[in-house]
C-alpha cells in the first residue's frame, strides 16, 4: 500500500454518492442548480470538436460535460441543436471561461431546460466535474446513470462502457482518455497532504486515484463520516471514478473535485 498517515473525513455526504441518495434526487436539472445571473444569446452552429459558435461572434463549450468523443456522437449532438429555434438564457459557471477565452455556460432552451441535461439524457454526452463547473452536476449525474442503464446513445458502444479497476492492462491501454472506471477500495491514505485510494494490493502495478494536496480540502468538506471518521473506511466500498487516465507506475485518475467520486455500495 502506499504509505501515510489515516486521514480523517468531515464534512457532507459527496453529492449524488451513495445509491439510496440518488433515488430521492430530481429526475431532470432545476432552476435552483444555476445562476439565477444570465444573458441572452442565439446559437449558429456547432463545431467539430464541440465549440458553439454564438451569433455575436463568440465561442461557447457547455459546463459540466464532455465534448462529442466521435463522430457518431457528434452527429447526435447536431440533431439536438438543429431542434433550437429560439434564443437560449447563457448561466455563467464559477470560471466562465477557459484558457482561450471560450464562454463556459450552463446553457438552458426556451422551455427553460438545460441543454446538457437533453444531451446527457439521450446519451450523447458523459459529465465530466470540473473545479470551475459544478453546477447541476447532482442532477446530471443521475440522468446519466438513467441514459446508462438504457444504454442509450454512446453506452452502448462497448468503449464507453465503465472499466473494471482490476483491468490493469486495459487501463493502460486508456491512457489519455476520459473514462469511467468502477472498483472495490483495497486501501487508503494520506501523504502529505495528498491522497491515495487504492484498487489492489501493489501500488506500483494498480489502480489508484490521487487528490492533489491543493484539492483535498474539498473533499474534507464533503465526504463524510463512512464509518468512523478514518479514512480507512472507505476500504472495502464500491467506487464509481470518473477522469482522464494517466500512468503513475500503474494507471491513475487525478481527481480535483468529490462529484468525480461515486460510493455505489459497501460490499465487505
Same mark, same amino acid.
Given at each position: 500500500?502506499?504509505?501515510?498517515?489515516?486521514?480523517?473525513?468531515?464534512?457532507?455526504?459527496?453529492?449524488?454518492?451513495?445509491?439510496?441518495?440518488?433515488?430521492?434526487?430530481?429526475?431532470?436539472?432545476?432552476?435552483?442548480?444555476?445562476? +439565477?445571473?444570465?444573458?441572452?444569446?442565439?446559437?449558429?452552429?456547432?463545431?467539430?470538436?464541440?465549440?458553439?459558435?454564438?451569433?455575436?461572434?463568440?465561442?461557447?463549450?457547455?459546463?459540466?460535460?464532455?465534448?462529442?468523443?466521435?463522430?457518431?456522437?457528434?452527429?447526435?449532438?447536431?440533431?439536438?441543436?438543429?431542434?433550437?429555434?429560439?434564443?437560449?438564457?447563457?448561466?455563467?459557471?464559477?470560471?466562465?471561461?477557459?484558457?482561450?477565452?471560450?464562454?463556459?455556460?450552463?446553457?438552458?432552451?426556451?422551455?427553460?431546460?438545460?441543454? +446538457?441535461?437533453?444531451?446527457? !439524457?439521450?446519451?450523447?454526452?458523459r459529465?465530466?466535474?470540473?473545479?470551475?463547473?459544478?453546477?447541476?452536476?447532482?442532477?446530471?449525474?443521475?440522468?446519466?446513470?438513467?441514459?446508462?442503464?438504457?444504454?442509450?446513445?454512446?453506452w452502448?458502444?462497448? !468503449?464507453?462502457?465503465?472499466?473494471?479497476?482490476?483491468?490493469?492492462? =486495459?487501463?493502460?491501454?486508456?491512457?489519455?482518455?476520459?473514462?469511467?472506471?468502477?472498483?472495490?477500495?483495497?486501501?487508503?491514505?494520506?501523504?502529505? =497532504?495528498?491522497?491515495?485510494?487504492?484498487?489492489?494490493?501493489?501500488?506500483?502495478?494498480?489502480?489508484?486515484?490521487?487528490?492533489?494536496?491543493?484539492?483535498?480540502?474539498l473533499?474534507?468538506?464533503?465526504?463524510?463520516?463512512?464509518?468512523?471518521?478514518?479514512?480507512?473506511?472507505?476500504?472495502?466500498?464500491?467506487?464509481?471514478?470518473?477522469?482522464?487516465?494517466?500512468?503513475?507506475?500503474?494507471?491513475?485518475?487525478?481527481?480535483?473535485?468529490?462529484? +468525480?467520486?461515486?460510493?455505489?455500495?459497501?460490499?465487505?
Amino acid at each position: 500500500m502506499r504509505p501515510g498517515r489515516a486521514l480523517k473525513w468531515q464534512g457532507r455526504i459527496l453529492p449524488g454518492v451513495i445509491v439510496a441518495l440518488c433515488l430521492t434526487l430530481p429526475v431532470k436539472a432545476q432552476a435552483a442548480c444555476w445562476s +439565477q445571473k444570465s444573458q441572452t444569446a442565439t446559437i449558429m452552429s456547432l463545431g467539430a470538436d464541440g465549440t458553439v459558435m454564438l451569433a455575436d461572434g463568440r465561442q461557447m463549450l457547455l459546463a459540466g460535460i464532455e465534448t462529442p468523443p466521435d463522430d457518431k456522437v457528434r452527429a447526435g449532438w447536431r440533431q439536438v441543436f438543429d431542434a433550437i429555434n429560439a434564443p437560449v438564457r447563457l448561466h455563467p459557471v464559477l470560471q466562465p471561461q477557459d484558457r482561450y477565452g471560450r464562454l463556459q455556460m450552463l446553457v438552458v432552451t426556451g422551455e427553460g431546460v438545460l441543454l +446538457q441535461e437533453k444531451l446527457v !439524457a439521450r446519451g450523447l454526452a458523459r459529465v465530466m466535474p470540473q473545479k470551475r463547473a459544478r453546477d447541476c452536476l447532482e442532477a446530471l449525474l443521475v440522468i446519466e446513470a438513467t441514459a446508462r442503464q438504457a444504454q442509450r446513445g454512446l453506452w452502448r458502444d462497448p !468503449a464507453f462502457t465503465p472499466r473494471n479497476a482490476d483491468d490493469v492492462d =486495459g487501463l493502460m491501454g486508456d491512457e489519455g482518455h476520459y473514462m469511467l472506471v468502477e472498483g472495490i477500495v483495497v486501501d487508503a491514505s494520506n501523504r502529505q =497532504g495528498r491522497l491515495y485510494i487504492n484498487f489492489g494490493d501493489d501500488w506500483r502495478t494498480d489502480f489508484t486515484v490521487t487528490v492533489e494536496r491543493a484539492d483535498a480540502r474539498l473533499f474534507a468538506d464533503e465526504i463524510a463520516n463512512i464509518v468512523a471518521g478514518e479514512v480507512a473506511a472507505i476500504v472495502g466500498h464500491r467506487l464509481r471514478v470518473r477522469g482522464f487516465v494517466t500512468r503513475y507506475n500503474g494507471p491513475e485518475i487525478r481527481v480535483t473535485v468529490p462529484e +468525480q467520486i461515486e460510493v455505489l455500495t459497501k460490499v465487505r
